[in-house]
């Protein structure tokens, strides 16, 4: 599928759902609240995301405790780096959270932080999508690293692109795409 075709199919397709969880965040009454229902990995419906339906509830419950007392920490972050590097360093000690977990908890909190990222972070997912454009793949990428197509996205936008149409990207022959799209999706 070209690049254009998932661009496309991103932003009609699945920005308005992930946009609308952003804003829930935004909108939490306070940063405890957004705290707690990140690091829960909680959504607008109330319940878990399906990128982390197979963590422990022990994990998850552990993550709230610490991030809840690096709460203060958190509201002093100056940007989305170095709340990405603050929350992974705070959670690295609990069994079970990877960098994924990391990412979509610190985008959410960063959310009603109005911290954003200005890079692509990569994970195992979007490791995957990026090697398939050929792309390398070390922690961040730089937008201008990127195809030009993804320029008309965000930096977290295209690190959901990456993930969930890692499949598509392997080639252009690729079948079209799916339903199943919204289940490779963060803000399912």
Known sequence: MPLDAIVRTYIHRIRPRSQT????????????????NAALAVNSRGKRYS??????KVALERALDVLSKHARAIQKA????DLVHLIDTALEPISGLGELYVYDTTLRIGAKLNLFPDKVYLHAGTRLGARA????????????????????????EIEDVLCIFKDE??????????PDIFERSWCD
């Open 51 to 56: 990128h982390q339906r197979r963590l422990t």
């Open 21 to 36: 969880e952003i804003d829930w965040f935004v909108r939490q009454p306070s940063l405890r609240a957004a705290i707690r």
């Open 169 to 178: 990207l392997k080639t252009s022959a690729a079948p079209p795409v799916t």
């Open 78 to 81: 100056h940007d989305f780096d």
């Open 133 to 156: 454009l050929g792309l390398r793949t070390a922690a961040t990428l730089k937008m201008s690293e990127l195809p030009k197509e993804f320029r008309a996205l965000k930096p977290h």
